[in-house]
C-alpha cells in the first residue's frame, strides 16, 4: 500500500469553479502534511502546510482529519494560473513520502 | 538568496554509460535529498543526507546507484551502468531541517537510450 494516495485526475474545471482535492495517507504516526504545487516541467514548490486547525490563504483551503487520515486542498475562485499538479505531501519524522499528484486544468 | 542549483539540465546517454548529476544546495541548509521522479508519478526518496552523513538510502539502487557529499555541501548522485529504466527526472532538494520545508532544484532529465 503506497503511504500517500490521491486520485490523478485530470480536474478540468472552469474559470471561477471550486475544486477540492482528497488525498489519504496510511501512516497513523505522520507528523506533518503539506501541499506541493508542480508546474509542467518545473520541480514542485510549496503551497502551504497543512494544519489540524485548518488554514487557509487566499483562495486556498488546507484541511487535515487525523481520525481518517486525509487531507483535503479546496481552491475557490479558479484562475488559469491555477492549472498544475498538486502533490500532498506527508513527513512521517525523517521522511517525506508524496502523492502521484492530481492534475488540474483550469478553462476559461 | 539562491535556491538549490543543479547540473546538467538535461542528458541523452546510451544504456550501459555512466552519467552524474550534481547537486548545491540553499547555503546553510543542512539536509540534503535526492529524489527520482518518473512521469505522471510523485517524487521517490533515493537519498537523504544530514550534513555529510547518508542517514536513510534504504531506497537507493546501490548496485548502480551512488552518492556522495563531501564536506556537507554540494552532492553527486552517479548511476553506473545507466539502464533503459532510469530515464527520469532527478530532483535534488534541501531543507534547513529535516522535517522543514523542502526546495528544490530545478532537476536533471535524463534520458538513456
Known amino acids: 500500500r503506497k503511504e500517500v494516495e490521491q486520485d490523478p485526475g485530470p480536474f478540468n474545471v472552469p474559470e471561477g469553479a471550486t475544486v477540492a482535492f482528497n488525498c489519504t495517507y496510511s501512516?497513523?504516526?505522520?507528523?506533518?502534511f503539506f501541499w506541493y504545487r508542480q508546474d509542467c516541467r518545473k520541480e514542485p514548490k510549496l503551497l502551504m502546510s497543512v494544519y489540524s486547525s485548518g488554514n487557509e490563504d487566499g483562495r486556498f483551503t488546507a484541511q487535515l482529519n487525523r481520525a481518517s487520515q486525509y487531507i483535503s486542498l479546496l481552491i475557490r475562485d479558479s484562475k488559469l494560473s491555477d492549472s498544475a499538479t498538486y502533490l500532498c505531501?506527508?513527513?512521517?519524522?525523517?521522511?517525506?513520502?508524496f502523492g502521484t499528484g492530481t492534475s488540474l486544468t483550469v478553462i476559461p | 538568496e539562491a535556491g538549490v542549483v543543479q547540473s546538467p539540465r538535461y542528458k541523452i546517454i546510451e544504456k550501459k554509460q555512466p552519467v552524474a548529476f550534481w547537486c548545491n544546495p540553499i547555503?546553510?541548509?543542512?539536509?540534503l535529498y535526492w529524489y527520482l521522479q518518473n512521469l505522471g508519478q510523485g517524487p521517490e526518496l533515493l537519498i537523504r543526507?544530514?550534513?555529510?552523513?547518508?542517514?536513510?538510502d534504504s531506497q537507493l539502487p546501490k548496485d548502480r546507484f551512488s552518492a556522495e557529499r563531501l564536506k556537507g555541501v554540494d552532492s553527486t548522485l552517479k548511476i553506473q551502468p545507466a539502464e533503459l529504466g532510469d530515464s527520469a527526472v532527478y530532483l535534488c532538494?534541501?531543507?534547513?531541517?529535516?522535517?522543514?520545508?523542502?526546495?528544490f532544484g530545478e532537476g536533471s532529465r535524463l534520458t538513456v537510450l
Open positions: 543526507y544530514e550534513n555529510e552523513e547518508a542517514v536513510d
Open positions: 547555503s546553510g541548509h543542512n539536509t
Open positions: 505531501v506527508v513527513n512521517t519524522g525523517n521522511q517525506f513520502y
Open positions: 532538494a534541501s531543507s534547513r531541517l529535516a522535517e522543514g520545508e523542502l526546495f
Open positions: 501512516n497513523s504516526a505522520s507528523q506533518s
